[in-house]
């Protein structure tokens, strides 16, 4: 069996499943009540969509207790654990409009996960709209039409996951170390030192 479908069947998730995946603490300011209204939408329409939270904090027991369907709630996990959530996943949902350079974001990336997000500082400055995520106003309908694509279009979450990976690359030790010695390169060079 292929990777995803080992660890799918490890962590009890239906094959058939198109699981969005959060990761992150649960605290009012990452905006996790639009999400789940969002995922509520795109449920209703297409019952396949599953999302899967991962993370804990004060708004846990409050969100969790609204017994949405298609929605799980994991709790924390030790770091070591998460790549093996993202490897199964189809895909990475964040709401936040708050968020200044979201690492998780970089990390769902690096996993080969498109994203759907809120056009909000951190995001629409690390995802290209329809290339490696879809970018949405922060509205119900926007966001919850963009994810639907995603569910509904395996075709366009395989070229988006490639593309991810390409992004995520830009973010790695090695690209930017080569850009740190092109700034210095650059500005010993202005300095007339050779």
């Not at 759907?116 to 690390?126: H, K, L, M, R």
């Not at 329809?130 to 366009?156: E, I, Y």
Request: include cysteine; hydrophobic fraction near 40%; charged fraction near 25%.
């Amino acid at each position: 069996l292929p990777l995803r479908q080992l660890l799918r069947e490890k962590l009890g998730w239906p094959q058939h499943a198109r699981v969005a995946l959060y990761a992150g603490r649960l605290g009012k300011e990452k905006n996790l009540e639009f999400l789940l209204e969002a995922h509520q939408r795109v449920h209703s329409q297409d019952g396949r969509a599953r999302l899967v939270i991962l993370g804990d904090g004060p708004e846990r027991a409050r969100l969790q207790g609204r017994g949405l369907a298609g929605v799980d709630f994991l709790g924390s996990c030790s770091y070591s654990e998460v790549p093996r959530y993202f490897a199964a996943a189809d895909m990475f949902a964040i709401s936040s409009t708050t968020e200044v350079k979201p690492l998780v974001v970089l990390e769902a990336l690096a996993a080969g996960l498109p994203v759907v997000a809120v056009a909000a500082c951190g995001t629409q400055d690390t995802l290209t709209d329809g290339v490696d995520g879809l970018l949405t106003p922060h509205q119900l309908d926007p966001f919850a039409t963009a994810w639907k694509r995603l569910v509904q279009d395996p075709a366009l979450t395989g070229r988006m996951a490639e593309a991810a990976r390409m992004t995520a690359r830009q973010y790695g030790i090695e690209e930017y170390g080569r850009r740190l010695v092109e700034l210095y390169l650059e500005a010993r060079s202005r300095q007339g030192v050779a």
